[in-house]
């Protein structure tokens, strides 16, 4: 179930992949899902959930997705 993530959280990922897109182009959307779901560990939001909205902002952005483990939906 997606649900809508806190203003904050959404700026943290949007700066994430930012800053990896100007390194690399290529965005570890399990890793950064995984940073972002540690530091906000209070807010307990699926993992699924925040990867789906770095692979949107990182498609958006033009940059190509490193999937790792499993398959992510995106609506």
Do not use: P, W, Y
Request: aromatic fraction near 2%; glycine fraction near 6%.
């Amino acid at each position: 179930m997606l649900i809508t993530l806190s203003d904050e959280m959404r700026h943290d990922i949007e700066l994430m992949v930012r800053v990896k897109a100007h390194e690399l182009r290529i965005i570890d959307v399990a890793g950064i899902a995984e940073q972002v779901r540690l530091r906000f560990v209070d807010q307990n939001v699926a993992l699924e959930d925040i990867a789906t909205v770095v692979a949107k902002v990182a498609v958006q952005s033009g940059c190509a997705l490193e999937l790792g483990e499993g398959a992510l939906t995106i609506n």
